[in-house]
């Protein structure tokens, strides 16, 4: 597993036995049912931490067709991108929780042969304000442990239909 980190973003990125294709079906499914980017732990959890500090926590259903759309909404995210980007497939969710600036996460899908891809997840914080700016001091741990949590999940999910 690739590894990166910056003050701003934290990137977890794998080789994955499966051709893309079946992976970003997988990674953008908007089929009801268990879903990485609704119920992987820390985004209950973070859902759960935003309701306490009375934030929208929002629990959006997942859309029931084959993939997600941009405009769709999930969990506490909304879909600002979803489909064939450059050298891939891309993913790109905004958070609708209370914090001091914008929360993205990116997935990106490239192909890297006929049974074989690449999965990438970037989280990024960007601030607003001064809070924001003391706030992404205090965020690094915390995007380096999610973004480790929900990778290794989507790495569980992909594993289990390669299988």
């Given at each position: 597993?690739?590894?990166?980190?910056?003050?701003?973003?934290?990137?977890?990125?794998?080789?994955?036995?499966?051709?893309?294709?079946?992976?970003?079906?997988?990674?953008?499914?908007?089929?009801?049912?268990?879903?990485?980017y609704v119920d992987a732990a820390p985004f209950v959890?973070?859902?759960?931490?935003?309701?306490?500090?009375?934030?929208?926590?929002?629990?959006?259903?997942?859309?029931?067709?084959?993939?997600?759309?941009?405009?769709?909404?999930?969990?506490?995210?909304?879909?600002?991108?979803?489909?064939?980007?450059?050298?891939?497939?891309?993913?790109?969710?905004?958070?609708?929780?209370?914090?001091?600036?914008?929360?993205?996460?990116?997935?990106?899908?490239?192909?890297?042969?006929?049974?074989?891809?690449?999965?990438?997840?970037?989280?990024?914080?960007?601030?607003?304000?001064?809070?924001?700016?003391?706030?992404?001091?205090?965020?690094?741990?915390?995007?380096?442990?999610?973004?480790?949590?929900?990778?290794?999940?989507?790495?569980?999910?992909?594993?289990?239909?390669?299988?």
């Amino acid at each position: 597993m690739e590894r990166r980190t910056s003050w701003g973003s934290t990137t977890r990125a794998s080789r994955v036995r499966l051709d893309a294709e079946h992976a970003w079906a997988l990674v953008a499914s908007a089929r009801t049912g268990p879903q990485w980017y609704v119920d992987a732990a820390p985004f209950v959890f973070r859902g759960a931490v935003d309701r306490v500090a009375l934030g929208r926590g929002r629990r959006w259903p997942v859309p029931d067709r084959p993939v997600l759309r941009p405009g769709d909404t999930a969990g506490f995210w909304r879909v600002l991108e979803a489909g064939p980007a450059e050298d891939g497939h891309h993913l790109l969710l905004e958070a609708a929780v209370r914090a001091p600036g914008t929360v993205r996460l990116s997935t990106l899908v490239t192909p890297e042969g006929p049974r074989c891809c690449r999965v990438a997840q970037t989280v990024t914080f960007t601030p607003s304000g001064l809070l924001g700016r003391a706030y992404l001091l205090t965020d690094v741990l915390a995007r380096e442990t999610l973004m480790e949590l929900v990778h290794r999940r989507v790495l569980r999910d992909l594993g289990r239909a390669a299988a």
